[in-house]
Structure formats: C-alpha cells, structure tokens
C-alpha cells in the first residue's frame, strides 16, 4: 500500500470489484449457439491466436524451406524500392546510374534495419524499409532545388540528395526527444481494441494507390498475376487432400510462382516487339529492359555512409521532415499490431514497441536485505512468508542466503557490524516495508498470534471499498505488510481504472517510436504463406544486404515490371486490412458507440487523405499553404497519411465519447492483462542475448 494508512473504520461488507480474467491463448473449441430472431446460429468465440498459421514467431520450417522463403520476402519487398526510387530520382536530377546507386542504397540499409528490428527491436518479423510518407518533404526539397542553377542535372541530384540525407538526420532526433520525454506513453495508453482497428485496416485499405491503379499502367502484364494468385489460392482446397507436394508448393510460394511465369510472359512480348509502338509510359512500364538498372548497377559496390557527400543542413526543411517522422512511427505501430497476429505472438506491448525512454522493467526481480543474523532472518522468511531457500553464486565470498516465491526473490546479506544496526521496537506503518497480498487476512491473522509476533491492523476505505491492512517486523526490524489489496482499483490520474493491482506489472507504457517504415507488403506475406518465422525475415536481411553489394544481380530483379508487384500488392495489403478486422472481436461489436467510432474513423482516415492527394496533384502543393513551407509540409504529411487520421479520429472520439462508462466494452479487459502481465511477452519479445548473463555477478547482487 506503499505507506498508505488509515484509521480504523467501523466493520461492513467489502465491495470488491470483479477483477478482469487472465487472458489466454486459446484454441478451437465447438461453437456455442446463440438464438437470434429467428433459427438458431452458431457463434464464433474470440481467438487471440489465428488457428491455421503453420509457424509462429519463434518456431522455424526446414532450412532449404527458410531459404526459399526468405528469397520470396526479398522480392516483395523490392518492388516498393523500386517504385519509390523510379518516382523520385528523376525529379531530383538523377540518371540511371543514379537510380541504380540509389536503390543500392535503399537495399542494403533496409537490411540493416531489419536485422536492428529482428534482433534488439520489436522482434517482430518484420521487414523495414522507406516510407512513402516522406514523399511530401522530399516533394518540397526537390521544388526548392529546382529553382536554383547548377552546371548540370546531376550536380542538382547531388545537392537534393546531401539535403535529404541532412534534414532526415536532424528529424530523426524527435524519435529521440519524444522516447526521452515519454509523450508517446501518455497516448497509447488510451489506445483500445476499437481504435487498433481503424488504424490497421487502413494501413492496407490507405496504400490503394499502389494496388490497381499501379497495375491499370500495363493490365496485360499486371492482371494475370492477380488472377493467377486467386486462382492458386482457390486451388489449394482441391489439392490438398490429392498431391500435399502440390499443396506445399501452392501454399509457400504461390507468389515466387507467378511472379516468375508472368515476367517471362513481358519478357517475350517485349523480345517479340509487342510495345514497339506504344506511348513511352506504357513501354516504362510494360517492357522488362526500360528500367536500365542492369546496365547501369556496377557488378560490386558497397554503400557507405556520405557516399554523395556532407550532409546539408536547412531548417526550413528539417521541421518539413519532422512531420513525416511522427507519420512513419504510427504507421509502423498499427502495421506491429497485424504483424504479431499474423505471426502468433501477443499483441506488442508499448514498451516492445519502443526500446527507448524509461527502462524497459518487465516485473520486480528481488529485494536485498541486510541481517544482524542470516540464520534467524533465513527461518522467518522461510517458516513465516513462506519463502524457499534456492542456490547463490558460488563466486559470492561473503555470507548471505538466497530465497524464493510468489514471483520475487529476498536475498539476505549478513551484516559486517551486526551491533551498529539500528532497533525498531515500534510498527509504523508509514515506515519502509514491502507489501503482500493474500487471500484471506483472517488467517493471516491468526498465524500471526500462533507464532507469537506481534502486529497492528489498519484499514483503508475509498470510494466504499475496503482495504485491510496488518503490519509486523522481520527479526532485524524491517516492517512487512499483508492486505487484501487486490480489492483496491488502479485509478490512473486521468481518472481511468487500469486493473486491479494484482494484475499490474508496469503502469507506464512506454512510447512507440520507429526511425525506418515498416514494410507493409512483407507482413501481408506472413498471413498468405501462414510462416510467421522471425528467422525467415532475418535470413531475408541477408539477401538484402547480397543483392545491394553485388549490384548487377540485384538489378536483374528490381527490373521486374512495377505492375506485376502491384498485382501481389493487390492481395497482400488486403491480408492486412482484414487482420485489422479481426480486432473488433476483442471489442463489443455490438455497441452502437464502438461502430459509430470504428466506421467514422475508417471513412475519413481514408477519405481525408484523398482529398489531400486529388489537391495536390492539381494544384502542385496541398491544402495546407502559407508562408511557412515547413509547417505546410508537416501538415500535408500528416493528413495525407490514412493511419495518421484514422488514429486522430479513432483516439479522440474514443476517450471522449462515453468513455468511462464504456470501459470494458472498449476492449480493455482484454488488452490491458496482455499488455501488463502476460507471461508469453517474455517468449516472444525478449532480446536474444541475456545482458545479466554476460555481466559477473558482483555487480548484480
């Protein structure tokens, strides 16, 4: 109770709140029925964990399996590469050689990060890569260069590229700024289930631009991969139980498939001169030898740091740039969100969703106490608390004893002066001392007077409920508390109740914070191929980091056509939106307060944005314009991003529309013990590497 006391109170009934059950991972059972208006209909109870998924995170197929798959990984994800690359080098000045260096470089930090992400990061399988978001202030650094003289084209590319890289540099500091001064923590603790489900729907709905629009550019290339993936899909029911070969192969790598039949089809009708006399967008976008990256990559090259030069620092569009930082972190937290069910594993937690800011504790390890006598203290703590004795380091070369249970350990410490210790003879309840809880104070109570220790009671009372207390010292005088606090509500200070104390681990989510863009595309191919093996992304990495250095072949695939890419895109984002779905189960989806929130925030998170982008590709610069061009950036970046807006809506009317009494209908209940204290947090998100294991035990006792 942390000291808390109050004065004895008159005895009546406690009114002890009904604590939210511990969730857990549960598997299919038989459908329940509920009648309705009329037949009978069966029900489908919430699952945390999609049932037909293959390999979960941390669980791996065969090595030749992991390989093949990572290699389809690679390939996913090399088309937004290219895309983002093909858009923005030539409005920058850049020629083919520059595109080549670029995607080179795109390729093999992308890489980097990903393994940074897999490794120390969410530990999600995740691949990171640019964001689209920073299109915007990028947009607004190319028009500034523009303007300005140079010798030639590619001097202009240079002087763009030294600025982006300056003002991405400097912006990367918010991430910093905002882990340090725990701004995210305070958010996304009022993120519930119904506003996770706008959010991730229109992550996948919010890229549609880069579905079928991309395809429509050469539908004679980009719709029969569409079509054939379908059809592959369809076709994995009949062969299932008729070839299991041809229902692996379907199943893993149904995208490698078409991807490599429908390039070969462009290949030959570019061979057979098909686009010969056709405008020269269509021939960009049709032909296979139009993107020039194979005879402009050099065949070794490694990308270093300042390859182009220093950096060039403006103010004007490093605040530009700012905006698009806080648009890539949420983005990437509701793409987290459809990664982790995709891939079996918990909801992410808000402090695996940054490794930054407060330390990131997971639960309270032990407490260390010194002793006049180890020997007396060993048999109070064993014979009274209940404490077992466990092994202590045999490197200790001082006396002490190790116990352990209820989920802490005491470590005791003989004391080197045991009579310059002080003796406390009277109980003060506002004294330091350490808090269990039990189940019954009577019988606490009377085990005390069995074993003759002496002890004084106390009871808190607050808001009806009551809280007993009684207090009593260890041999050496430290004071130890037991009450039935688990009555008491946690009541953050915004006035929401959390859960009850029992259930707490940590009250303070941490923030949610990324410096690379998720890939989007690569979480849509967990739940397509149901691998959800953070290996396979890892060995994906390695294929990034191989290609980007051996350019000539890497060249040889980012020269695939962009609409066959969008045709995959096509079915992947799609995966995502409906995963988003999915979270409302976790929500009472028959409130009419939840859909008012869930439908408003899905329609304007994706119609706001397209009112945004239709301005700016008529008018050449968005809604937002005033003399200040950065702050122009920072608020065209963030109402042209659909989950930017989705979370605004979904978050504000969410906290602000019967929100105290709708707690448990806002899916609370269920996010909050996952969150909090689910030990399966510590399965999937733990670092790979022990730190108290590669440090001497001197400095952790």
């Not at 914070?513 to 967990?526: P, S």
């Not at 733990?686 to 952790?700: A, D, G, K, Q």
Request: with cysteine; glycine share 8%.
């Amino acid at each position: 109770m942390g000291g808390e006391t109050g004065a004895p109170t008159p005895q009546g009934p406690p009114v002890v709140p009904t604590a939210p059950p511990s969730v857990q991972m549960q598997m299919p059972m038989p459908m329940p029925t509920a009648a309705g208006f009329g037949d009978v209909h069966p029900t489908h109870p919430p699952l945390e964990q999609l049932p037909n998924l293959q390999f979960c995170l941390h669980s791996n197929p065969s090595w030749p399996e992991m390989f093949a798959l990572a290699f389809q990984h690679y390939i996913v994800m090399l088309g937004s590469i290219v895309m983002l690359a093909s858009f923005l080098v030539p409005l920058m000045g850049g020629n083919h050689g520059d595109k080549a260096r670029t995607i080179q470089t795109l390729l093999f930090m992308s890489g980097i990060n990903t393994l940074l992400q897999t490794l120390i990061g969410t530990r999600l399988p995740t691949v990171m890569n640019s964001s689209f978001a920073f299109i915007i202030p990028v947009m607004s650094i190319i028009r500034d260069f523009n303007s300005r003289a140079y010798n030639d084209e590619h001097q202009r590319f240079v002087h763009t590229t030294r600025t982006i890289q300056g003002a991405l540099i400097i912006s990367s500091f918010v991430n910093i700024f905002i882990g340090y001064t725990r701004a995210w923590k305070k958010l996304f603790r009022f993120c519930s289930p119904v506003t996770i489900v706008p959010v991730v729907c229109v992550v996948g709905l919010g890229l549609f631009e880069r579905g079928f629009p991309q395809l429509g550019k050469c539908v004679e290339v980009g719709l029969p991969v569409l079509i054939l993936l379908v059809l592959l899909v369809i076709a994995q029911q009949h062969t299932k139980h008729v070839n299991e070969r041809a229902y692996f192969v379907l199943e893993r790598f149904s995208i490698i498939f078409c991807v490599k039949i429908v390039w070969a089809f462009a290949a030959i009708l570019t061979a057979a001169g098909a686009y010969n006399n056709v405008p020269e967008k269509t021939k960009l976008h049709c032909r296979t030898d139009r993107s020039y990256l194979i005879s402009s990559a050099p065949w070794i090259k490694i990308p270093y740091p300042f390859q182009w030069g220093a950096p060039i620092f403006a103010a004007s569009h490093v605040f530009g740039m700012m905006g698009a930082v806080l648009v890539s972190g949420l983005e990437s937290a509701g793409a987290h969100y459809a990664a982790a069910r995709l891939a079996g594993a918990t909801p992410p937690p808000p402090y695996v969703l940054s490794r930054s800011g407060a330390l990131p504790l997971a639960s309270l390890n032990h407490i260390s106490l010194v002793c006049r006598s180890v020997e007396r203290s060993l048999d109070f703590y064993q014979n009274v608390l209940g404490f077992l004795p466990i092994r202590r380091p045999g490197s200790f070369d001082f006396t002490g004893a190790w116990l352990f249970n209820y989920g802490i350990g005491i470590h005791l410490l003989q004391s080197e002066d045991p009579e310059k210790m002080p003796r406390k003879k009277e109980i003060n309840p506002k004294d330091n001392h350490i808090s269990f809880q039990c189940e019954s104070l009577s019988m606490v109570e009377g085990k005390l007077k069995e074993m003759g220790i002496p002890y004084i009671q106390r009871r808190v009372e607050e808001g009806g409920i009551y809280v007993d207390q009684l207090f009593f010292h260890d041999p050496d005088g430290f004071m130890i508390e037991i009450c039935n606090c688990d009555n008491l509500p946690v009541i953050s200070l915004s006035g929401e109740p959390i859960m009850a104390c029992k259930r707490v681990m940590s009250l303070l989510p941490q923030q949610q914070q990324q410096k690379a863009a998720l890939q989007l595309e690569n979480v849509g191919l967990l739940g397509l191929t149901r691998v959800g093996s953070r290996r396979i992304v890892q060995i994906s990495a390695g294929f990034m980091i191989f290609f980007s250095i051996f350019g000539k072949f890497g060249a040889l695939f980012a020269s695939i056509p962009l609409p066959i890419f969008a045709a995959v895109y096509c079915i992947l984002f799609g995966l995502v939106a409906a995963v988003g779905v999915s979270f409302i189960q976790f929500a009472n989806n028959n409130s009419m307060r939840n859909l008012y929130i869930v439908g408003l925030s899905l329609f304007l998170g994706i119609s706001v944005p397209q009112y945004f982008n239709e301005f700016t590709a008529s008018a050449g610069h968005g809604p937002a314009k005033t003399n200040a061009g950065w702050f122009n950036d920072i608020l065209n970046s963030i109402f042209s991003s659909a989950p930017t807006v989705a979370f605004i809506v979904g978050i504000v009317l969410d906290n602000t529309l019967e929100a105290r009494t709708s707690f448990s209908d806002r899916g609370f209940l269920w996010l909050n013990p996952l969150n909090k204290n689910d030990a399966r947090n510590e399965e999937f998100y733990s670092f790979p590497i022990r730190v108290h294991e590669w440090m001497p035990t001197r400095f952790l006792r």
